[in-house]
């Protein structure tokens, strides 16, 4: 005797093994989870060893595609990848609340959170796109904190970071540069106008080093003609020049015949020998690089230099070879560790 289904028995069967189906895509569809821990790497594989693609900070959000492990495969922003399972806590960061009393403390409490985050980071100096360095690096956690920058947190202050002030400085009220100038740093750390300016002050006495781009913003940062200050890293000795001309670097002579006896003093004598420096002019300070040999044309008459010396930053090229010298950019590397 052969059994025949009949389609009753036939219609609960695909009904159950629809069910079996749609169970783990029901379980993941849209379900969301928040970041735990202060911060997180989002690899590209379900493992540690992996590549990280991006740092994720506690608060945010993920979408949870799928579990492998220990681990989810989320999304994040334009980013797919893979997160350690105890590190994230199924859903939102801050369920909404009718009350407004509920909702306004836990605005506070957000807020007291991100602040506290920040203070461990530190506060950024005024900076501005086309900017370069460890402050810039500074800048960019600090916005990531608040959820507005998810690039690389690697110390260029490009399109991503101008892009990222811009969303804070709307949020805040404030005018949208897409500069970090010092009303928006200190909007940032949640004080009022008056507190931005004295902090303007406050950070303008010690700013920080930066890495100047020669070929991306970086050519007329110091117009020719400008007067500056250049601090050998090595001896903390100081003298002034004036930019005389330069497209592949800068070129300087020094200011005075006072300035011409210093920079002489830190060389000993004249040379082409590269020396790592601090440049600063209007405000700012930029890691450079120098030598000290006196050659070709010279427009200041009564300094004592025959001829001007050369400045190097980063990318820059000699005029020569048309080449990136190492040595010069060793020295800018390692002026970098300096500050004023």
């Not at 608040?146 to 709307?170: F, I, M």
């Not at 050998?232 to 930019?243: E, S, V, W």
């Not at 800068?250 to 420096?277: C, H, M, N, Q």
């Amino acid at each position: 005797m052969v059994f025949k289904p009949g389609r009753q028995m036939i219609s609960r069967l695909l009904t159950l093994l629809v069910l079996l189906v749609m169970i783990p895509v029901m379980a993941f569809a849209s379900s969301v989870g928040t970041v735990n821990c202060s911060s997180l790497n989002l690899r590209s594989k379900a493992s540690k060893d992996s590549k990280s693609l991006q740092t994720l900070q506690k608060g945010d959000e993920v979408t949870i595609l799928s579990t492998t492990g220990d681990w989810y495969k989320v999304t994040y922003g334009k980013y797919t990848g893979f997160v350690m399972k105890k590190f994230i806590t199924k859903g939102k960061a801050a369920a909404s609340n009718n009350n407004s009393k509920t909702s306004n403390t836990s605005t506070n409490s957000s807020q007291s959170t991100i602040l506290a985050q920040l203070k461990k980071i530190g506060k950024p100096s005024a900076c501005e796109y086309g900017a370069s360095g460890n402050n810039v690096k500074k800048l960019q956690k600090c916005l990531a904190v608040y959820g507005y920058y998810t690039g690389s947190v690697d110390g260029d202050y490009g399109p991503g970071t101008k892009s990222a002030v811009k969303k804070l400085q709307k949020a805040k009220g404030l005018k949208q540069t897409g500069n970090a100038d010092s009303a928006t740093i200190a909007a940032m750390f949640g004080e009022k106008a008056s507190a931005a300016k004295t902090n303007s002050n406050a950070s303008n006495s010690s700013p920080s080093t930066e890495r100047l781009n020669w070929f991306k913003n970086g050519v007329d940062r110091i117009p020719k003609g400008a007067t500056f200050t250049v601090k050998d890293c090595k001896t903390g000795k100081t003298f002034k020049c004036k930019r005389w001309s330069g497209a592949n670097h800068l070129d300087a002579e020094p200011l005075t015949k006072s300035d011409t006896a210093v920079l002489k003093s830190i060389y000993g004598g004249w040379t082409w020998k590269r020396r790592p420096i601090l440049v600063k002019y209007n405000g700012r300070v930029y890691a450079a690089s120098m030598n000290g040999m006196p050659h070709g044309t010279s427009t200041i008459s009564d300094n004592k230099f025959s001829g001007h010396f050369c400045i190097h930053f980063y990318g820059s090229k000699t005029h020569g070879t048309k080449k990136v010298d190492a040595t010069h950019q060793n020295c800018v590397a390692t002026a970098m560790n300096y500050s004023w």
